[in-house]
C-alpha cells in the first residue's frame, strides 16, 4: 500500500505454454475441453522411474520466438518462458522501444527447470 492507497495493477497480455497448448488460444481450448496434458513420458527414458507419466510439451515450435541458433543453444524451459513472455508482450501491444521498464513487470509460472 501506498500512501495515495492501494496500487493497481492491469493484466495487460498473457502468454502460455503448456502440455494442452503452446497458446492462450489453445490451452484455453484445451480447458474448455476438459483435455488433459498427463500422458506417458516420451522425452525421457523413465523406466527405472517409479512414475512413468508426467506433463510434456510436444507441440511446440520455437520458429516465431527466437532464431534458431538460439533455440539449439538453450534448453526447452527457457524457449517456452521466452515464447510465453512474447506472447503476453504482443497481446498486451506494449511498444518495445517504450519507456515501460520500472512500471512493468512480469509473473511467471513453471514446474521443473531443465529436462
Not at 512414475?51 to 510436444?58: D, M, S, Y
Not at 541458433?69 to 522501444?97: H, K
Amino acid at each position: 500500500m501506498t500512501e495515495q492507497g492501494p496500487r493497481r495493477v492491469v493484466v495487460t497480455g498473457c502468454g502460455v505454454v503448456s502440455p494442452i497448448g503452446s497458446t492462450t488460444a489453445q490451452f484455453w481450448a484445451g480447458l474448455l475441453a476438459g483435455r488433459s496434458g498427463i500422458g506417458p513420458l516420451r522425452r525421457i527414458d523413465a523406466t527405472a522411474l517409479p512414475v512413468r507419466i508426467g506433463g510434456e510439451i510436444h507441440d511446440f515450435d520455437p520458429a516465431p520466438y527466437m532464431p534458431r541458433t538460439l533455440s539449439r543453444r538453450i534448453d526447452p524451459y527457457a524457449q517456452y518462458a521466452i515464447a510465453a513472455a512474447a506472447q503476453a508482450v504482443a497481446q498486451a501491444g506494449l511498444p518495445a522501444d517504450g519507456d515501460l521498464g520500472p512500471r512493468a513487470g512480469a509473473f511467471v509460472g513453471t514446474a521443473v527447470g531443465p529436462t
